[in-house]
């Protein structure tokens, strides 16, 4: 009976483990679902259903550029890095969001 409960208790901690390594993966990748909130307050000046531009440039498609209209090469790390620096008219959100807001924004950015 023992050696069973062991095994058992062993079992049941490794399906903890993954269901933990799990859930810690889905939160850094970002949620899209939580990223389309956050993005109200971007869609006050970008549009992503159509390429009309309005305060800032239409976002439509964003991932599937080559490029930011700045000429960086369009990757996770230079869109985080416009979002957090802003400029030219768009407000800096370095201290406004946190990085699993911006997580969520960027996943969200990827369905667009
Ligand atoms: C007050 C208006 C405004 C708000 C709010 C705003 N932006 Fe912007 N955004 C701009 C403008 C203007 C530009 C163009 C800046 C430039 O050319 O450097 C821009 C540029 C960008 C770019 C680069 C686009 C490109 O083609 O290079 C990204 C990505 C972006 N914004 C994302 C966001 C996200 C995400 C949010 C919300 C967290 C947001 N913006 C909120 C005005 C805004």
Do not use: W
């Not at 049941?12 to 949620?31: F, Q, R």
């Not at 899209?32 to 305060?55: I, L, P, S, Y």
């Amino acid at each position: 009976m023992k050696p069973r409960l062991v095994l058992f208790s062993g079992i049941l901690i490794l399906g903890l483990c993954m269901a933990a390594l799990a859930g810690s993966k889905a939160g850094g990748a970002g949620d899209a679902a939580k990223g389309k909130e956050t993005f109200e307050q971007c869609a006050v000046c970008h549009n992503v259903d159509t390429m009309d531009r309005k305060m800032g440039p239409s976002l439509k498609g964003l991932f599937k550029r080559e490029k930011l209209s700045n000429g960086d090469k369009l990757t996770e790390e230079s869109v985080r890095a416009k979002i957090n620096t802003g400029g030219n008219g768009m407000p800096s959100y370095q201290d406004m969001l946190s990085d699993d807001e911006k997580n969520d924004l960027i996943a969200y950015l990827k369905t667009i």
